[in-house]
């Protein structure tokens, strides 16, 4: 299991930005990718950002796309999500989740941190 340690939620105004971070001290090798989901009152949890753990590559939800930017630092252990032009939309609980190799899909969760977006 990969353990996942996530900050760097809060309340913005609309327009704003915000930057999460995620880290995991640890089995590093194992991963293969990392990534974002939310979870908005009364919602499903719905996909945000991944990036590849090795090379770099990402993806986005188009609700997010050219607003919100996946990163990572290898030497930190660390990915971070960039959120720019935050709306009233993109509160939620927002999770990070690893997915390692021999696995099928995100088996790893962090404990969530809340970013609210005022109007």
């Known amino acids: 299991q990969v353990r996942l340690v996530e900050s760097g939620g809060g309340l913005v105004q609309a327009g704003g930005s915000l930057r999460l971070s995620c880290a995991t001290p640890?089995?590093?090798?194992?991963?293969?990718?990392m990534g974002w989901f939310r979870q908005a009152p009364g919602k499903e949890r719905e996909f945000v950002a991944a990036?590849?753990?090795?090379?770099?590559?990402?993806s986005y939800a188009d609700s997010v796309k050219g607003r919100f930017t996946i990163s990572k630092d290898n030497a930190l252990n660390t990915i971070f999500l960039q959120m720019n032009s935050l709306k009233p939309e993109d509160t939620a609980v927002y999770y990070c989740?690893?997915?390692?190799?021999?696995?099928?899909?995100?088996?790893?969760w962090g404990q969530g941190t809340q970013v609210t977006v005022s109007s």
């Open positions: 990036i590849n753990w090795s090379i770099g590559s990402t």
């Open positions: 640890g089995r590093t090798f194992i991963i293969r990718r």
């Open positions: 989740v690893a997915d390692k190799f021999g696995t099928t899909g995100y088996d790893d």
